[in-house]
């Protein structure tokens, strides 16, 4: 069993940043690839970002690449999403998740446990 805690939401100003921690406990941490997915209200999930278990490789969903980056610390058991230029549309719940496949992962259903979510609203 593994637990994930997300932290870092909060209220920006378009162009301001966030950086959202995800913490995890209960599990091997460097066997999982990690993910940050978005769900807005009305909206279904979908794919942000993503890191290898080694943390050598990294993809994005196109709506933020170049202002976001996906990092991990395995040391730390915690992996970090930077978001810059923040605009209104990112605006919703963020959650982080693992998965076990390998490379980088981007389909909700390759992921299995996953946090409770933090709140991103993002002001214009």
């Known amino acids: 069993q593994v637990q994930l805690v997300e932290s870092g939401g909060g209220l920006v100003q378009a162009g301001g940043s966030l950086r959202l921690s995800c913490a995890a406990s209960?599990?091997?941490?460097?066997?999982?690839?990690m993910g940050w997915f978005r769900q807005a209200p009305g909206k279904e999930r979908e794919f942000v970002a993503a890191?290898?278990?080694?943390?050598?490789?990294?993809g994005y969903a196109d709506s933020v690449k170049g202002r976001f980056t996906i990092s991990r610390d395995n040391a730390k058991n915690t992996v970090y999403l930077q978001m810059n230029s923040l605009k209104p549309e990112d605006t919703a719940l963020y959650y982080c998740?693992?998965?076990?496949?390998?490379?980088?992962?981007?389909?909700?259903?390759?992921?299995?446990?996953w946090g409770q979510g933090t709140q991103v609203t993002v002001s214009s």
């Open positions: 890191i290898s278990r080694r943390g050598v490789s990294t």
């Open positions: 209960g599990g091997t941490f460097n066997w999982y690839a």
């Open positions: 998740a693992t998965s076990i496949s390998l490379g980088v992962p981007k389909k909700l259903d390759e992921y299995v446990y």
